[in-house]
């Protein structure tokens, strides 16, 4: 629909790729003109699916990130084993879904 934003959502971390255990998350959210998107409430989750092979189950965990400045949103967030973990940001703001952006990660 026409009022759909257009958001163009950045993922890093730090260290890059992450590691077992705490990390600093951040997101930079900008809009359809490249203005940055300062008043959005920005998740990530990171999932790994169950490993029933392994004995494990699914794992998920979920950082939620404050905003810093300029469209930047930054917190930590635990990465509970070394694999492969698909990574959702969800960017909503009042309620509604501004966007997302997927990808996945190699934790070592």
Not at 6 to 33: C, H, M, Y
Not at 54 to 83: D, F, S
């Amino acid at each position: 629909s026409a009022s759909q934003e257009r958001i163009d959502v950045t993922f890093r971390s730090r260290p890059d790729p992450p590691r077992v255990g705490d990390n600093a998350l951040e997101v930079s959210v900008k809009d359809a003109s490249g203005q940055p998107v300062p008043d959005a409430d920005v998740s990530v989750t990171f999932f790994m699916a169950a490993m029933p092979t392994m004995n494990m189950p699914a794992m998920k965990n979920e950082a939620k990130l404050q905003h810093v400045g300029g469209g930047v949103y930054r917190g930590p967030g635990q990465v509970m084993t070394a694999g492969r973990w698909d990574v959702t940001v969800t960017v909503t703001r009042g309620g509604a879904r501004l966007g997302s952006r997927q990808l996945s990660v190699v934790a070592r």
